[in-house]
């Protein structure tokens, strides 16, 4: 296999703080391409790195959020997730998430993998962590503009859910079928 040809890469020339929106800050950035020197302003979000948290119960069931996601004005259906604070463990985020969100612990947490939630105008990262055998032990401890209501859905009926629309999250997506490479189905 040959290496495949790739286009030119861009330099970054100036970056500027344009907002600071709590959760996340806008960078202005001018950057050039170094194949002819065309430079463009691009506006980049710098978050945190977040987390998705495919927690399977010893059924095969998996646990998934619903809840309302004000980017859409939609209720979505996803896996568990949120935020990896500064300094944070991916993991030790993933199974904090899962607890607080659901009240489900588990082990054997894994790393499936990482994604770029939307290369083209965020920075971070999505870590894909996988949790076997969870059971609800924990209470419910929302942040305090969560409200999410836990469900369980068989793995087996994971495809259908997707084909039939029902999840739509775009990272929850890439997680499940992360999940379906790793279960082999």
């Not at 020339?13 to 907002?19: F, R, Y």
């Not at 790195?49 to 495919?54: I, K, P, S």
């Not at 300094?87 to 770029?116: C, H, K």
Request: with cysteine.
């Amino acid at each position: 296999m040959t290496d495949p040809i790739l286009p030119s890469p861009w330099d970054l020339q100036e970056d500027k703080l344009h907002a600071d929106c709590r959760i996340f800050e806008v960078r202005k950035q001018t950057l050039r391409r170094r194949s002819d020197g065309v430079e463009g302003d691009f506006y980049v979000l710098n978050t945190n790195d977040w987390v998705n948290v495919l927690a399977l119960t010893s059924e095969d069931e998996l646990v998934l959020v619903r809840q309302f996601r004000y980017g859409s004005k939609e209720f979505s259906l996803e896996p568990p997730g949120g935020v990896v604070e500064k300094g944070e463990d991916p993991m030790v985020a993933g199974l904090r998430e899962l607890q607080e969100e659901t009240g489900y612990v588990g082990e054997n947490a894994e790393l499936l993998g990482i994604v770029r939630p939307n290369a083209a105008i965020l920075s971070n990262r999505c870590h894909v962590i996988l949790v076997r055998n969870v059971k609800k032990t924990a209470l419910l401890n929302f942040d305090q503009h969560e409200e999410l209501v836990t469900e369980l859905f068989p793995v087996r009926e994971l495809k259908e859910r997707v084909r039939a629309g029902e999840i739509t999250h775009s990272i929850g997506l890439n997680s499940i079928l992360m999940l379906l490479l790793k279960l082999d189905l």
